[in-house]
């Protein structure tokens, strides 16, 4: 069994994997509880044998329990109103209008991730979140580089698809509550 210093391993890596858990989950609490789950993780996984990429593996689990907690926040989201964020309220330079857009966008694409596949979620997160090129996603997936590109490509695809679906959905939406004739 190979020791490690986790102490030391938290000090060096935990900026990327708060980093990597907070792009996809946007609330504090949930990014603490993941970040947890991480070091928890590795260290587990450093019991059963040695580790090829320490910051890779961190990474890697950072993103697939942070889509774990978008599916259980999707799985949630009728049963229970979700607790503000009040670390995510903007600054007092901040233009309200962007940050609203900025905020709906990475809503509707944390949302549209959860709808993914396991891998392609994970595949997409990698490249696109956490900045690893395709050999990187391929390495850590334990596939090809070709194969990663290829999920990613599916990915980007998927979301793109659920995307202007919602679009669609919510244009549609003020549409039809913009045309009830009240006023006209």
């Avoid at 949630?76 to 233009?95: H, I, K, T, V, Y």
């Avoid at 990187?136 to 995307?163: D, F, Q």
Wanted: hydrophobic content about 40%; charged content about 30%.
């Amino acid at each position: 069994m190979q020791y490690l210093d986790w102490q030391g391993i938290v000090a060096e890596y935990g900026d990327v994997v708060w980093q990597t858990a907070h792009r996809l989950l946007r609330h504090e609490a949930d990014t603490a509880d993941c970040f947890q789950e991480v070091f928890v993780g590795a260290m587990r996984m450093s019991r059963r044998g040695a580790i090829r990429s320490l910051r890779g593996l961190l990474i890697r689990l950072a993103t697939v329990r942070a889509i774990d907690r978008l599916r259980q926040r999707a799985r949630m989201q009728g049963r229970e109103s979700g607790c503000p964020d009040w670390g995510a309220l903007p600054g007092p330079d901040a233009d309200p209008s962007r940050q609203i857009q900025d905020r709906e966008l990475a809503e509707a694409l944390t949302a549209a991730l959860a709808q993914l596949p396991d891998k392609q979620a994970e595949a997409f997160s990698l490249r696109h979140l956490s900045d690893l090129s395709q050999a990187e996603v391929g390495e850590e997936l334990g596939i090809s580089a070709n194969a990663a590109g290829v999920l990613i490509h599916r990915a980007r695809m998927r979301l793109r698809e659920v995307l202007a679906d919602r679009w669609n959905e919510e244009n549609c939406d003020h549409e039809t509550r913009g045309s009830t004739g009240q006023g006209d």
